[in-house]
C-alpha cells in the first residue's frame, strides 16, 4: 500500500489562505488505512483549519467528502456536485490522487495535504515499513522474497557491503543487514545455491523508462 504523512498544519493553512471555499476530499484506500487521509483525519482538519480561519478572520466555508479510492476515475466523478462550488480542492489522498482529481476538474486549484512517503505494509498496529520501490524488475525469487533493493541501505544486488557487522548495517545499529536476512531465509529454505546467480548491474531504465510507467490488461480494457 502507500504510506503517506500528514503535511504540516501551517502549511497547508498557507495552501488555502486566498480561497473562500474549499473541498477537502479524502480518499477510503490506503492513507485511511495510514490513519492520515481517511473520513475522520478529513473531518479533523477541516475543523482544525476553520477554527485558524476564524481566528485570523477569515470568511469562507470548508467542506468535507471522502471517496473510496481517488486514484479511479470513476468514484473522482463523484466529487462533481460539491467541486462545482468549491474553488479549491485540498485531497488527502497520495500524489496518484491529487493527480487525478486535477486532471478530472482542470478548472479547480487542487493541493496536496499529505506528503507520499513510500509503498510499505503494517508491521505492527500503527507501524509501516517500506518494503517495495517500485523497480519494475522484481528479484524476490532469488532473495527468499526479501527486497534487497529496499532493505539494503545501498541496494546492493550481490551479497553485503564490507560494513555489515553481526547482521547489522553500517548505516545503524537498528538496521538490520538486508544480505543478513536474506542469507538466513535462503539457509532456512535449504536453498543457499541461489546465492551463485550473480546479478547484472540493475536496470533502472524499467523503473524510470523516459516518462511515466504504464501497464495494460488487454482483456479489461472496455471501449
Known sequence: MIVAEPKPIEEVAGFIRDRRHVLIVGCGECVTVCQVGGEKEVEVL???????????????????QTIVRQCE??????????????????????????QFIAEAYPDKWV??????????????????????????????????GICPIIRCSKSILNGPCGGSQDGHCEIGQDIPCAWQLIYDRLKGLGRLDLLDVVQP?????????????????????IE
Not at 505494509?121 to 509501516?128: M, N
Open 201 to 221: 548491474p540493475k536496470n533502472w531504465k524499467t523503473a524510470r523508462d523516459g516518462g511515466p510507467r504504464k501497464f495494460v490488461k488487454e482483456e479489461a480494457i
Open 73 to 98: 476515475p470513476e468514484y473522482v466523478e463523484q466529487l462533481a456536485k460539491k467541486i462545482r462550488d468549491a474553488d479549491c480542492v485540498l485531497s488527502l489522498g497520495c500524489g496518484v490522487g491529487v
Open 46 to 64: 477541516a475543523s482544525a483549519l476553520r477554527i485558524l480561519w476564524k481566528k485570523d478572520g477569515h470568511e469562507g466555508t470548508i467542506d468535507t
Open 111 to 144: 493541493v496536496p495535504g499529505l506528503n507520499t512517503s513510500f509503498g510499505g505494509g503494517t508491521v505492527k498496529a500503527g507501524i509501516w515499513e517500506e518494503r517495495c520501490g517500485f523497480c519494475g524488475e522484481c528479484v524476490l525469487h532469488l532473495t527468499g
